[in-house]
């Protein structure tokens, strides 16, 4: 089985781009903290394609919580020095928007707003793994 499923908050605003065959990809990095534990267990790297990615670009922002289902992509490259290296994404295959952290008196902030759909974009394809 190669499947992640899980939630955490994003550090840091998403990035986007698209390439020369139109895909876009959406890049996003999340902190994942273990239930009943101080602080954060990891940080995952999680790419999005195609109509997920435009949703994420959309309505993503730096602190707000996310969960996401996806699978892992090994990916393995050159470094400049000549040496090679991998490293682990999650593609988000799912990716539904929970909770801001900007939060006012115990409430959720009005996000998702009523024309932000509940779950957005489907299932994402991925038509470049190594991108």
Same mark, same amino acid.
């Given at each position: 089985?190669?499947?992640?499923?899980?939630?955490?908050?994003?550090?840091? !605003?998403?990035?986007? +781009?698209?390439? @020369?065959?139109? &895909?876009?990809?959406?890049?996003?990095?999340?902190a =994942?903290?273990?239930? %009943?534990?101080?602080?954060?267990?990891?940080?995952?790297d999680?790419?999005?394609?195609?109509?997920?990615?435009?949703?994420?670009?959309?309505?993503?922002?730096?602190?707000?919580?996310?969960?996401? !289902?996806?699978?892992? +992509?090994?990916? @393995?490259?050159? &470094?400049?020095?000549?040496?090679?290296?991998?490293? =682990?994404?999650?593609? %988000?295959?799912?990716?539904?928007?929970?909770?801001?952290?900007?939060?006012?008196?115990?409430?959720?902030s009005?996000?998702?707003?009523?024309?932000?759909?509940?779950?957005?974009?489907?299932?994402?394809?991925?038509?470049?793994?190594?991108?």
């Amino acid at each position: 089985m190669n499947r992640w499923t899980g939630t955490g908050h994003l550090t840091k !605003d998403p990035k986007f +781009l698209e390439t @020369e065959n139109g &895909t876009s990809i959406c890049t996003l990095r999340i902190a =994942v903290k273990r239930a %009943g534990k101080q602080g954060h267990d990891g940080y995952f790297d999680v790419k999005c394609f195609d109509a997920q990615a435009s949703a994420c670009m959309q309505y993503l922002k730096a602190g707000r919580e996310v969960a996401i !289902d996806g699978r892992l +992509l090994f990916d @393995e490259f050159k &470094t400049q020095d000549g040496a090679y290296a991998s490293r =682990v994404y999650i593609v %988000g295959e799912r990716v539904e928007f929970l909770a801001s952290r900007n939060r006012t008196n115990g409430q959720a902030s009005p996000e998702p707003s009523p024309e932000e759909p509940a779950a957005t974009g489907g299932e994402a394809r991925e038509a470049n793994p190594a991108a």
